[in-house]
């Protein structure tokens, strides 16, 4: 059973359409993070979210990009408006073993801008 | 701020070593090592802290100098599922993970 399940698994949208993105952790975990990978490429890092707030956020995490966690359980990624250029694999992920931040990631989610 | 590996590929036969490195110029709280399979998540496979330890994960094992921030991947007698590309994760503070650029290992029979 994965430790963090994200949807959709795959979505496909045109440019200028907004996107969300979920991760749903089972445990009860205070740190999540959202990395993005391009095909081929390395594992970026966006942005951390520590007891519903944002803690860290890099500079590809501009205005466009927003994490909630709405309801206590579901953590969404939202792109407010899709580009070419955000086409990529993003990846959930969750922190492991408490005082380490190991991470485990969910399966991703492959987002397609044409 | 994020780590830089080397190299960038290598390809082994099964049962030759392997040396991954990573260097980072910042000061590190610690290294951690994720591989990750074609079309698959990057998965953890081992984290060093600060103190110059080494750990090991089968027949993979790492060290980390702390003051040359810097860290070494092994891969001794490899095996055909040691294929994928491999991370080093520097973490500088404890809301971020830098990954590298990663390093493709293809181990042929």
């Known amino acids: 059973e994965p430790e963090v399940t994200q949807t959709p698994s795959h979505q496909v949208t045109q440019m200028g359409q907004e996107v969300i993105l979920r991760c749903v952790p089972i445990?009860?975990?205070?740190?999540f993070y959202w990395y993005r990978q391009i095909l081929g490429q390395k594992v970026e890092f966006l942005v951390s979210?520590?007891?519903?707030?944002?803690?860290?956020k890099s500079e590809i995490f501009d205005d466009q990009f927003s994490v909630e966690r709405p309801d206590g359980s579901n953590f969404t990624l939202k792109i407010r408006s899709t580009k070419l250029e955000d086409s990529a694999m993003y990846f959930c992920?969750?922190?492991?073993?408490?005082?380490?931040?190991?991470?485990?990631f969910g399966a991703g989610s492959r987002l397609t801008v044409l | 701020q994020q780590p830089v590996q080397s190299p960038q590929a290598v390809i082994l036969r099964e049962g030759e070593d392997a040396v991954i490195n990573c260097s980072s110029s910042k000061a590190l709280y610690s290294v951690h090592w994720y591989r990750q399979k074609h079309g698959e998540a990057p998965v953890f496979l081992m984290i060093?802290?600060?103190?110059?330890e080494q750990k090991g994960h089968e027949k993979i094992s790492a060290s980390f100098n702390e003051k040359k921030q810097q860290s070494s991947l092994y891969l001794t007698a490899s095996q055909l599922s040691y294929s994928g590309t491999y991370f080093c994760g520097t973490e500088i503070n404890d809301y971020k993970l830098s990954f590298g650029a990663g390093t493709t290992v293809t181990v042929r029979a």
């Open positions: 445990s009860n975990h205070l740190y």
């Open positions: 060093l802290l600060k103190g110059g």
């Open positions: 979210f520590y007891n519903n707030e944002i803690s860290e």
């Open positions: 992920a969750r922190q492991g073993i408490a005082g380490a931040n190991v991470l485990t």
